[in-house]
């Protein structure tokens, strides 16, 4: 998802070439013309895009997955999350498939949190952070062996960071979305309207 704002002044693509296509990703090669007249060769990554999700129970509660992850060969605790791989489909409408086919919710409210660049120094993934409540139960969906050995695991969104912090490796946009999450949610009301709890502890006064 490339072309998202102007390059700097200074910097231009002069040339792109498709060296391998996947199924998921591109692998490209950049001819660069840099500001001194220089050409700069840079090898990037093409993606179609993702959107993450961080989904909020009534009662505080983070839904989180437990992935196997092939790149890192290794089990990562994640937000639901997915990548924009169907023609035509708008990001809320991803998010919303991707919640109900990696943990069974439906949700009733999405609001997008931001949208961030994953590693802009080899890859132009852009992810779309969404926060989900009203959250209604409904059968899952899941497809992929990894989706299928995966787990659920429900925490307190204020202890979340610290319970991700015992995990020795964490996942970046998972660290993003629940401080977002915790941020946007601070200063609203507790369901049966007591004050929410801010992220370092006690209920405000």
């Known amino acids: 998802m490339s072309g998202a704002g102007p390059a700097p002044q200074g910097f ?10 996947g199924s998921r990703v591109a692998f490209h090669r950049l001819t660069v013309a840099g500001p001194g007249g220089e050409r700069l060769e840079r090898d990037v990554v093409r993606h179609p895009g993702a959107v993450a999700i961080v989904p909020v129970t009534e009662d505080g509660q983070v839904v989180l997955v437990r992935q196997y992850r092939a790149p890192v ?3 990562l605790l994640e937000i639901p999350a997915g990548t924009l791989d169907v023609p035509g489909e ?4 991803a998010a919303a498939r991707e919640l109900e086919e990696e943990v069974g919710l439906r949700p009733g409210h999405l609001e997008e949190l931001c949208a961030f660049y994953n590693s802009p120094g080899f890859c132009d993934e852009r992810t779309l952070l969404f926060l989900a409540q009203d959250l209604v139960p409904v059968p899952d969906r899941r497809a992929g062996a ?5 787990t659920v695991q429900r925490l307190p969104l204020v202890d979340a960071l610290a319970v991700l912090g015992q995990e020795g490796v964490v996942d970046g946009q998972t660290l993003l979305g629940i401080l977002l999450a915790r941020a946007r949610l601070a200063d609203r009301p507790a369901p049966g309207g007591a004050p929410a709890r801010s992220p370092s ?4 006064a």
């Open 73 to 75: 060969d290794r089990e």
């Open 201 to 204: 502890g006690p209920p405000r």
């Open 12 to 21: 231009s693509v002069l040339d792109e070439v498709a060296v391998a296509v």
């Open 90 to 93: 708008s990001p809320e409408a």
């Open 146 to 150: 990894e989706e299928r050995a995966m």
